[in-house]
């Protein structure tokens, strides 16, 4: 048991350790400066997020946790994988495709013989359809579309388009 707690502690250590060089590298990150309303008082819990999402706002040039369904841990993801800035996709549709949102149409005589997303690993596009799937118990207008489309469509079409 001694032996158990010990592991816990080293563990925790190193969570801290992580956290610590997270937030130092974040820091270094902010470009812009985003105003997110006040701020809660110091050494509450919400405090780290908010700083947390403050630094995130201002390497992304807009707070990315204001969409429904995408946390801290999902903005952070996304941001990594794709980065803040998108001038290297011309359109919105090279995006889609990068990220294997998009259908791959293979066409032959002009009759359509499949139209299937491509099997893909990339981070981003695993965040962006788990968010998509969160959104099936949220009140907002994407939570409403999304229902309205699982109505039409099975939920894994629904997902990916």
């Keep these: 048991m001694v032996r158990q707690s010990s592991a816990t502690l080293v563990i925790a250590r190193h969570l801290i350790?992580?956290?610590?060089?997270?937030?130092?590298?974040l820091k270094n990150l902010g470009q812009n400066k985003i105003?997110?309303?006040k701020?809660?008082?110091s050494g509450s819990k919400q405090r780290k997020e908010y700083d947390t999402r403050h630094i995130l706002a201002?390497?992304?040039g807009v707070d990315l946790t204001r969409i429904n369904?995408?946390?801290?841990?999902a903005v952070i993801k996304?941001?990594?994988?794709?980065?803040?800035?998108?001038?290297?996709?011309?359109?919105v549709k090279h995006l889609c495709s990068w990220l294997g949102l998009s259908l791959g149409t293979k066409i032959?005589?002009?009759k359509v013989l499949s139209a299937k997303t491509k099997r893909s690993v990339n981070r981003a596009r695993q965040v962006l359809k788990i968010a998509a799937m969160s959104l099936l118990r949220c009140?907002?207008?994407?939570?409403v579309f999304y229902r309205r489309l699982c109505a039409r469509v099975d939920k894994p079409s629904a997902n990916t388009p």
């Design 17 to 25: 350790e992580c956290d610590t060089k997270l937030q130092e590298e």
């Design 35 to 37: 105003d997110l309303g």
């Design 39 to 41: 701020a809660p008082r």
């Design 58 to 60: 201002n390497w992304a």
């Design 69 to 73: 369904a995408l946390g801290l841990a």
């Design 78 to 91: 996304i941001l990594t994988e794709i980065g803040p800035d998108l001038s290297r996709f011309p359109t």
């Design 108 to 110: 032959s005589g002009g």
């Design 139 to 143: 009140d907002s207008a994407l939570g």
